[in-house]
C-alpha cells in the first residue's frame, strides 16, 4: 500500500495537530506492520520529522495554506497516484485521485461560529464539511467530538471512528517543584487565558509571594486575547512574576512541566485537551471547567470549575490550595496513574493505520 501524507504541520513550530503527527510517525518508524507499506510524506518546507522517515518526505514549496492543499497537493498526489492519503488536520483536496482519511479534532467553528470571524469561520466550516463528506473516514480524538461530528457534519456514525491520543512518561527523574502556574497551549478566546491571568494577579500573587505565572501559546486567531495589554496596567512587582512566551521549544517545554507545580488550561471546548494531559503526566494537577470532554479525558485526575461569574475568584482559590498544599495535589495525582493508561501511542498508530488499509482497501 502506497500512503500519501500531508505533513505540513510538521514546518515551522509544530503545536497540537503537529504534535500528534509526529507521535504517529514515530510509532510507525517502529512498526513492521507500517513498514510493510511505502509511504510519502508532501510538505511545503522540510519539515521536522522521525529519522525513519527522513528520506519519505517530498517538498512541495507554497505557503501551506488552503490553495498550497487544493491545487499544490492535490497535483503532486494526481501524479503520484498513492492508494490513501492520511490528512491530520481537519481537511484534504477534494480532487484528492485516492481514498482519504480525515481526522478533525474539534468542530468548535461549526458549534461556536462567534468565536472565529466571518471569514475564517465560513472557510474552516465549508472544506471541513466537504472534506468529512468525501472521507473514506473520519477519525477523531474522543467520543464528545465524534458526537459532535456527527451532529455539525451530518455524517453516519460508521464513517467516524475514535482513536484516543498517547501519552508519553518524562524521561528525566522527578524534580523539586517550584511554586508556579502553567499553561500551556494555543490562546483562543474560549480558553480564558485573561480571566487565568486576572485569577493570578488579584488572588493568587497577593496569597503566595514567590509564586510565578508562565503562560506559553501563541494567539493564533482573532478576537486575539490581549495578554500584553493586561500585564501593562499590573504592578511591576506582580508583572515580573508573569511570563507570556508564544512558543518555547521541546526541551524548555518539559522543564516548564518538571518545575510547576499546577497546570490551568479553562477551555469551555475542545476536541480533547492534550496539554492537560502532559501536565498530569509530569504530576501536576491540572484545573480545568467542568465539561463533558474534560469528564471523559481526564476522570477523577482532575479539578474541576463551574464557568461563570465566579469563575476568577473560584480560580484563584484552587491555585492558592493547590500551590500551598501537599494533600490537596496528591489527592488528584494519585488518580494519575489510572487515567493515563488509557492513552498509549502505539495504540493510537495502530488504530490509524487500520483505518488507512481499510480506506484503501475499500478503493
Given at each position: 500500500?502506497?500512503?500519501?501524507?500531508?505533513?505540513?504541520?510538521?514546518?515551522?513550530?509544530?503545536?497540537?495537530?503537529?504534535?500528534?503527527?509526529?507521535?504517529?510517525?514515530?510509532?510507525?518508524?517502529?512498526?513492521?506492520?507500517?513498514?510493510?507499506?511505502?509511504?510519502?510524506?508532501?510538505?511545503?518546507?522540510?519539515?521536522?520529522?522521525?529519522?525513519?522517515?527522513?528520506?519519505?518526505?517530498?517538498?512541495?514549496?507554497?505557503?501551506?495554506?488552503?490553495?498550497?492543499?487544493?491545487?499544490?497537493?492535490?497535483?503532486?498526489?494526481?501524479?503520484?497516484?498513492?492508494?490513501?492519503?492520511?490528512?491530520?488536520?481537519?481537511?484534504?483536496?477534494?480532487?484528492?485521485?485516492?481514498?482519504?482519511?480525515?481526522?478533525?479534532?474539534?468542530?468548535?467553528?461549526?458549534?461556536?461560529?462567534?468565536?472565529?470571524?466571518?471569514?475564517?469561520?465560513?472557510?474552516?466550516?465549508?472544506?471541513?464539511?466537504?472534506?468529512?463528506?468525501?472521507?473514506?473516514?473520519?477519525?477523531?480524538?474522543?467520543?464528545?467530538?465524534?458526537?459532535?461530528?456527527?451532529?455539525?457534519?451530518?455524517?453516519?456514525?460508521?464513517?467516524?471512528?475514535?482513536?484516543?491520543?498517547?501519552?508519553?512518561?518524562?524521561?528525566?527523574?522527578?524534580?523539586?517543584?517550584?511554586?508556579?502556574?502553567?499553561?500551556?497551549?494555543?490562546?483562543f478566546a474560549r480558553r480564558?487565558?485573561?480571566?487565568?491571568?486576572?485569577a493570578f494577579v488579584t488572588?493568587?500573587?497577593?496569597?503566595?509571594?514567590?509564586?510565578?505565572?508562565?503562560?506559553?501559546?501563541?494567539?493564533r486567531l482573532p478576537p486575539?486575547?490581549?495578554?500584553?495589554?493586561?500585564?501593562?496596567?499590573?504592578?511591576?512587582?506582580?508583572?515580573?512574576?508573569?511570563?507570556?512566551?508564544?512558543?518555547?521549544?521541546?526541551?524548555?517545554?518539559?522543564?516548564?512541566?518538571?518545575?510547576?507545580?499546577?497546570?490551568?488550561?479553562?477551555?469551555?471546548?475542545?476536541?480533547?485537551?492534550?496539554?492537560?494531559?502532559?501536565?498530569?503526566?509530569?504530576?501536576?494537577?491540572?484545573?480545568?471547567?467542568?465539561?463533558?470532554?474534560?469528564?471523559?479525558?481526564?476522570?477523577?485526575?482532575?479539578?474541576?470549575?463551574?464557568?461563570?461569574?465566579?469563575?476568577?475568584?473560584?480560580?484563584?482559590?484552587?491555585?492558592?490550595?493547590?500551590?500551598?498544599?501537599?494533600?490537596?495535589?496528591?489527592?488528584?495525582?494519585?488518580?494519575?496513574?489510572?487515567?493515563?493508561?488509557?492513552?498509549?501511542?502505539?495504540?493510537?498508530?495502530?488504530?490509524?493505520?487500520?483505518?488507512?488499509?481499510?480506506?484503501?482497501?475499500?478503493?
Amino acid at each position: 500500500m502506497r500512503v500519501a501524507v500531508d505533513a505540513r504541520e510538521l514546518c515551522g513550530k509544530p503545536t497540537g495537530v503537529g504534535r500528534y503527527l509526529y507521535e504517529l510517525l514515530v510509532e510507525w518508524g517502529q512498526s513492521a506492520d507500517a513498514s510493510r507499506h511505502e509511504w510519502q510524506l508532501y510538505a511545503p518546507s522540510p519539515p521536522a520529522v522521525p529519522e525513519a522517515f527522513a528520506r519519505r518526505v517530498r517538498v512541495l514549496a507554497g505557503s501551506g495554506g488552503t490553495r498550497w492543499e487544493q491545487w499544490t497537493l492535490a497535483r503532486a498526489l494526481a501524479s503520484a497516484r498513492p492508494d490513501v492519503l492520511f490528512a491530520p488536520g481537519y481537511s484534504a483536496p477534494l480532487t484528492a485521485p485516492c481514498p482519504t482519511v480525515v481526522a478533525i479534532h474539534d468542530v468548535s467553528f461549526m458549534a461556536r461560529p462567534d468565536w472565529f470571524s466571518p471569514r475564517e469561520g465560513a472557510r474552516r466550516r465549508a472544506i471541513t464539511r466537504w472534506s468529512a463528506r468525501r472521507a473514506r473516514l473520519v477519525l477523531t480524538i474522543s467520543e464528545f467530538s465524534k458526537r459532535e461530528i456527527i451532529r455539525h457534519v451530518g455524517l453516519p456514525e460508521a464513517r467516524v471512528r475514535v482513536t484516543l491520543l498517547g501519552m508519553r512518561r518524562p524521561a528525566t527523574a522527578p524534580r523539586p517543584r517550584e511554586p508556579i502556574v502553567l499553561y500551556v497551549g494555543s490562546i483562543f478566546a474560549r480558553r480564558h487565558v485573561d480571566r487565568l491571568l486576572d485569577a493570578f494577579v488579584t488572588r493568587v500573587a497577593p496569597a503566595v509571594p514567590d509564586a510565578r505565572l508562565e503562560i506559553v501559546g501563541e494567539n493564533r486567531l482573532p478576537p486575539h486575547v490581549a495578554i500584553e495589554a493586561r500585564l501593562a496596567g499590573v504592578a511591576d512587582a506582580v508583572r515580573g512574576r508573569v511570563r507570556f512566551r508564544s512558543y518555547v521549544d521541546e526541551a524548555t517545554l518539559q522543564d516548564l512541566y518538571g518545575r510547576a507545580t499546577v497546570f490551568a488550561f479553562l477551555s469551555e471546548y475542545e476536541g480533547f485537551g492534550l496539554t492537560p494531559l502532559e501536565a498530569m503526566a509530569h504530576g501536576l494537577p491540572p484545573v480545568v471547567l467542568d465539561t463533558p470532554v474534560a469528564r471523559e479525558a481526564y476522570g477523577p485526575a482532575a479539578d474541576y470549575l463551574v464557568l461563570g461569574p465566579t469563575l476568577v475568584g473560584d480560580l484563584g482559590q484552587r491555585l492558592v490550595a493547590l500551590l500551598t498544599d501537599v494533600r490537596a495535589r496528591s489527592r488528584l495525582t494519585a488518580q494519575a496513574s489510572a487515567v493515563l493508561a488509557r492513552y498509549d501511542w502505539a495504540r493510537t498508530a495502530t488504530g490509524t493505520l487500520a483505518a488507512l488499509e481499510e480506506a484503501a482497501g475499500a478503493r
